[in-house]
């Protein structure tokens, strides 16, 4: 987009309804997370009833993450925004009244598929309306938004849920997003429509619905029941081969998967990206269990020491995105892998009578890295492809980072599964713990020097985009 042509207005109002709905996405997962024992108490749900109702949310992002991007491209990217945030809206409003659990957790999976579309939507929207020069710092205040939902779900939730009681959690953010769907359906009056009368991939977007939902079910399964976790997997990488090879041919496919083949820089990023959002994962699961298990926290004192990773984020996003305007976003995006990398292998040096200051510093080192790679790196995958493709890029952002998780998920089952057997984590296997959690941090840091290497490749064969 040249500059003549940038809307200033107009991109502030995009900016600010996406970024109110970046903060409910995650605020909905970290926050409900926190109040997960009241909530249980009232529905009376087992241990495992009360992880389902995390892991069908974040199963609902993952199957519906890649068709929102193709569904804003054909439909209208405003439309499928305004759609899943509608999405969000009713279930919120209806899982506040909600007594029956199979409904309740159903309910959270049709949340986290309204979630995934205004998730992809967004990002395209804002991305096509801000031209490259400008877009890091966008960029930046929108990841803020991101780190800020993380941060405050927590502690703003237990306020709530303490004061009024955990229903008015679902309430007030489905009022919240409504007043946010308002904002976009009144305040912005265009409509983008890349591929306007072209077919939806059904037959795709079945194929990879099946394969991700395996592939989540799978990792959240491989711990308590090893045999058909396993089995879960190995479907997944059967069914998401079985799309791959389907949207190569496919006329009108879900997936330009000539997008891998043809940006380098795109693939690279791509892959970047999965490797360091599986290593943060993992370090931030390790470190709630260090401070809990290990060093005797509570697990509010926990909660509250690892809020400073993703208040530095906050406070770091937006200058991050000026550098990367600034300077160029692939070096900077080097830079913050690499802080992460050496904070994630500074933790594996963690032990039971580590200072409390060695903790605030790593935890800081690493979110500083995320502000300086996330930002970047999102940039790049956007500004690599055609405008045309900016909701498949988009999509594809927001899948890399849920697989990534998930793979997070299964290295650290298997290593847990190696030094602890089947037994739970707890004071009695603490060396064995420490072991685990040090043999994943020495993985995850190496993981992270390796996206490193994908950072410099990129530079080397396409300069700074």
Known sequence: MDTESFDLRLARRILAS???????????????????PAMGADLHASAQNLGMITATYTLGMAVTQLAAGRMGDIWGRKRMFLCGMGLFIATGFILCTVTSLPL???????????????????????????????????????????????????????????????????????????LDWLLMRCAVRQEWR?????????????????????????????????????????????????????????????????????????????????????????????????????????????GLLLTIQALVQVLTSVWAGGLADRRGPGVISACGIALCGTGILCA??????????????????????????????????????????????????????????????????????VFLGNAPAGPGNTREFLAAMRTDFIIFGLLNLLAVGCALARERKHGAP
């Open 348 to 417: 594996a040096l963690l032990d039971m009578r580590s200072p409390i200051w060695s903790i605030v510093i790593i935890q800081a080192v690493m979110g500083l890295g995320v502000s300086l790679f996330a930002v970047p790196n999102t940039s790049i995958i956007l500004s690599s492809v055609d405008k045309r493709y900016l909701g498949q890029a988009s999509s594809v952002n927001g899948a890399v980072r849920t697989t990534g998780m998930l793979a997070n998920m299964i290295i650290v089952t298997i290593t847990l599964g």
């Open 194 to 302: 890349v591929s306007r009368g072209e077919p939806f991939d059904w037959a795709g977007c079945a194929v990879y619905v099946a394969g991700m939902a395996a592939l989540t079910c799978g990792a959240d399964r491989i711990s308590a029941a090893p045999l058909s976790g396993w089995g879960l997997l190995a479907l997944s990488v059967l069914l998401l081969g079985l799309f791959w090879r389907h949207e190569k041919h496919a006329a009108y496919p879900l997936l330009h998967v000539r997008l891998f083949y043809e940006h380098r820089a795109f693939t690279l990023s791509s892959l970047a990206s999965f490797i360091n959002y599986s290593a943060i994962f993992g370090a931030m699961f390790f470190f709630s269990l260090y401070l809990q298990i290990t060093r005797g926290f509570s697990v509010q004192e926990a």
């Open 104 to 178: 309740f957790i159903l309910l959270r999976f049709v949340q986290g598929c309204g979630a995934a579309l205004f998730n992809a939507s967004g990002l395209a929207l804002l991305a096509g309306v801000v031209p490259a020069r400008l877009r890091g710092r966008y960029l930046g205040i929108n990841a803020a938004a991101v780190y800020a939902g993380i941060a405050c779900g927590p502690p703003i939730s237990g306020c709530i849920t303490g004061l009024l009681g955990w229903r008015w959690v679902f309430l007030l953010c489905a009022l919240t997003a409504a």
């Open 18 to 36: 996406v970024s109110v709905g970046y903060f409910l996405l995650p605020f909905m997962l970290a926050g409900v997370s926190a109040i997960l």
